[in-house]
């Protein structure tokens, strides 16, 4: 099983930014596909952004312009850099990764990290 850190969840100021990192370690070979999802209070979980081993990636509209999601095929690291901050942007951040390459559905995620917390408040 592979297991997934996430790390860089903090509190920051409206307009401001972060670095969420996620390293999947358990396995040598590259994880086909990575991804971000985050659950604020009172939602359900979604969808922030994903990325697959050759480089494409897929963002929600509500991040699109903000955040850009980046990997290290070798390490299987996975980064989510985060402009532009907004209160909306207050969630648990979790990490996950797809063994079949998939990034549509939440289900086709195999692994999950415990999740990272960002607050986004003055």
């Known amino acids: 099983q592979v297991q997934l850190v996430e790390s860089g969840g903090g509190l920051v100021q409206p307009g401001g930014s972060l670095i969420l990192s996620c390293v999947a370690s358990?396995?040598?070979?590259?994880?086909?596909?990575m991804g971000w999802y985050r659950q604020a209070p009172g939602k359900e979980r979604e969808l922030v952004a994903a990325i697959i081993s050759g480089g494409s990636t897929a963002y929600s509209d509500s991040v699109k312009g903000r955040f850009t999601i980046s990997r290290d095929n070798a390490k299987n690291i996975v980064s989510l850099q985060m402009n532009s901050l907004k209160p909306e942007d207050t969630a648990i951040y979790y990490c996950?990764?797809?063994?079949?390459?998939?990034?549509?559905?939440?289900?086709?995620?195999?692994?999950w990290g415990q999740g990272t917390q960002v607050t986004v408040s003055s």
């Open positions: 358990g396995s040598p070979f590259s994880i086909p596909a």
């Open positions: 996950a990764a797809s063994a079949a390459g998939r990034i549509d559905f939440e289900s086709s995620y195999d692994y």
